[in-house]
């Protein structure tokens, strides 16, 4: 299985701060890699598959980047509904796996 | 619009086997390039992906539960089923089905898009 590792696990910033949360996988996916924001108790939602294009609908202030091992999310401007727990997926291949997440809470 | 819909027993006991159905609309499983799949969430940790099954019956599983699992698809119910047998309370958690796109060259499966749309979830707590 591809594992998944993601930093900080959890990170505390202030409304209209700019944050990046870092994903690496355990090897090589191409640029197969998806985001997803998480508020409590709701489902995941996909903000960036193929690790830069934002899902329909999300605004542009969530961004993505990387390819091979090393990915980035970046959401700039946070806003109050911005905190959540942001988890990175890989889907190169099954099985599918997710990282730990990053807990991103008001400062 | 694309929605799924998760139903099941929100209290299983220790050793029983756990039933969840998915029911979706606004897309159907016999059309190329489709698939749904099951996600879980145990309280406070992180997701895990359990199964997968495409719009060809070709199914995926995850190898550490593929024992313990079972996906089917009804077309003519717009649902897919997953069965998990021999519950334990570490299987405690809140299950999700998923859509996914899928392409396919040279029999291998491709799946850029990630899990773009996902149910509310259900909870499932296994205790006697």
């Known amino acids: 299985d591809i594992q998944m590792t993601q930093s900080p696990s959890s990170l505390s910033a202030s409304v209209g701060d700019r944050v990046t949360i870092t994903c690496r996988t355990s090897?090589?996916?191409?640029?197969?890699l998806n985001w997803y924001q998480q508020k409590p108790g709701k489902a995941p939602k996909l903000l960036i598959y193929?690790?830069?294009s934002l899902q329909t609908g999300v605004p542009s202030k969530f961004s993505g980047s990387g390819s091979g091992t090393d990915f980035t999310l970046t959401i700039s401007s946070l806003q109050p509904g911005d905190f959540a727990t942001y988890y990175c997926?890989?889907?190169?291949?099954?099985?599918?796996?997710f990282g730990p997440g990053t807990r991103l809470d008001i400062k | 619009q694309i929605t799924l819909e998760e139903s099941g027993p929100t209290l299983v006991k220790p050793t029983q086997t756990l039933t969840l159905t998915c029911t979706f609309s606004?897309?159907?499983?016999?059309?190329?390039?489709?698939?749904v799949g099951w996600i879980r969430q145990p309280p406070g940790k992180a997701l895990e992906w359990l199964a997968l099954i495409y719009w060809n019956d070709d199914k995926r599983y995850s190898p550490s539960l593929q024992s313990r699992l079972t996906i089917t698809k009804d077309t003519s119910k717009n649902q897919v089923v997953l069965k998990m047998t021999i519950m334990d309370p570490v299987d405690t958690a809140t299950y999700y089905c998923?859509?996914?796109?899928?392409?396919?060259?040279?029999?291998?499966?491709?799946?850029?898009?990630?899990?773009?749309?996902w149910g509310q979830g259900t909870t499932v707590t296994v205790s006697s």
């Open positions: 090897e090589s996916i191409s640029d197969y």
């Open positions: 997926q890989q889907s190169f291949d099954t099985p599918f796996t």
């Open positions: 606004g897309f159907s499983l016999t059309s190329s390039g489709v698939g």
């Open positions: 998923v859509h996914t796109v899928v392409t396919s060259s040279y029999g291998h499966y491709y799946y850029y898009y990630g899990l773009d749309v």
């Open positions: 193929g690790a830069s």
